[in-house]
């Protein structure tokens, strides 16, 4: 919780230092126009991408394989869809590693790998319960009732 606090205390000042640093470098116009465009940019390639992971995800639904890359790189889309929006251009460089499928697939495997959330419930705050070896799973019928 820590770091998500630092993380929207640090970047906004970033944001900030960095539109001034290429404002004061290109221009105020130019850096407007630049920032609009990424947003744009962003905007298209969060389509042309979350299309794509979609037809991943229905492809492997179809062949009876579980889509657990695409279910990952679902919300990876949508986190990088909303920093794309956010103006900025720390936030814009952080979208864009998001939709590009290289990275995401990175990050889709790390989460994977590291199991980061729980797969059996979608949480990436609970963790799995240890499982309980004095426990024994069964069915039973109660005859002569």
Same mark, same amino acid.
């Given at each position: ?41 962003g905007a298209w390639l969060l389509r042309q991408q979350g299309f794509a ?55 889709? $495997? ?20 240890? $499982? ?9 019928? $109660?005859?002569?009732?």
């Amino acid at each position: 919780m820590r770091i998500v606090f630092l993380f929207f205390l640090v970047v906004p000042f970033v944001e900030i230092y960095l539109l001034l640093q290429i404002g004061g470098i290109v221009g105020v116009l130019p850096t407007i126009l630049l920032v609009v465009f990424t947003a744009m940019l962003g905007a298209w390639l969060l389509r042309q991408q979350g299309f794509a992971t979609w037809q991943r995800l229905q492809a492997s639904l179809a062949q009876g394989t579980l889509p657990a890359y695409e279910m990952i790189e679902g919300p990876i889309l949508l986190v990088g869809g909303a920093l794309l929006l956010t103006p900025g251009f720390f936030t814009d460089a952080i979208g864009f590693a998001c939709l590009l499928p290289q990275t995401r697939r990175r990050l889709a $495997k790390y989460i994977i790998e590291k199991q980061l959330i729980n797969a059996q419930t979608g949480s990436p705050f609970q963790k799995p319960q240890p $499982k309980d070896d004095n426990v024994i799973e069964g069915e039973f019928r $109660k005859d002569g009732e």
